[in-house]
């Protein structure tokens, strides 16, 4: 009994430094708005959460990426457990000080970068063996060892182990992957359950199956204390697909509970998982589209190296306050760009996560309205993905 009572006890204490809050729900679908509170501080719903793998949002500082308007970021467990190694950053004192970032931050598991390492892993009931993408030492993760690396990295909210599904392989080999993230996540909730300083997110696979996903979506709601993912999407499917799962999804997810879509950041994605009642996604799309030169503005991405900015000396985007916006043309930053200059590399980074930030807001204030429906409608109608209309010097 005494036991019982003391994981009770346990557990309203996690309860209370994390909840949720719906502050605001559309008429015509699952969108909502929210508040999403943690030991460092509250999260606004729904949110972008920016990707700092080696705890470091690429090219820019922890100061630009919160002047952003970001809230929370993303670190990346596989890549820090290799470099610099969780006992620095324990011995730092967590990765909120080692980094210098105060507010949330969730941690993958890394179980998706394994998954990518096609031919250096091998994959048991006890736990994932990998080699090293650096020098090809071998490692184990555990689902108990995950936990423990997720709990000395420090993170506010941790991702279980799991096995995600790819494209195109047969319903027992999705059905085999699905068996092993549910042992697993009965593994990690078993090992976290008295960490009072983080709460686990359990994620929700089976792959395109239908009947699949709702039995893994049903098993993880079991072990949902704030939070639950949805894993396996925008790994290459037909945009399509993404949409269809979504909306199978979407009315059976826990409603007083965060929903977390893992690895989308297109504001066409974003748009169609915010209709379907996610909170949360984080992506590296926009940093990574700024180091090929590309900038986000409302009708889609602006090639910089395109020879029509080489005289343009208006800002990237009129009406944009971020300080490539307030500080420098077109022109300049094409210049940069073209030379290779990290300058210029940096002012797209900052620009494209102030730029996303800002739509999540507009995206906010539409559902407040409950014209999220028509906010979509409005915004994808002027948007592309990819500025190829012109020609490359």
Known sequence: MTRLMNFWIDTMTKSLSFSFEVSAKSSECFARTGVFATPHGKINTPIFMPVGTLASVKGLSPEEVKNAGAEIVLCNTYHLFLRPGVEIIEKAGGIHKFMNWHGPILTDSGGFQV?????????????????????????????????????????????????CSPIGISREQTEENDRRTALWLERCFEKNKLNKNNILMPIAQGGFYDDLRLKSLEHAQKYVTCGIAIGGLSIGEEESEFVRILKLLAPKLPIEHPHYVMGIGSPDYILHAVENGIDMFDCVYQTRLARTGTAMVDSGNMNMKNACYKEDFEPIEKGCDCPACKNYTRAYIRHLVMCNEMFGLRLLAEHNLAWTMRFIERIREAIRKDKF?????????????????????
């Open 115 to 163: 998954f990518s390492l096609e031919g250096l892993r091998k994959i048991t009931d006890e736990g994932v063996t990998f080699k090293s993408h650096i020098d090809g030492r071998e490692f184990t993760f555990t689902p108990e060892n995950n936990m423990e690396i997720q709990a000395k990295i420090g993170a506010d909210i941790v991702m279980q182990l799991d096995v």
């Open 373 to 393: 429906l028509e906010f979509k409608k409005n915004f994808l109608l002027h948007y592309r993905k990819i500025d190829d209309t012109i020609p490359h010097e």
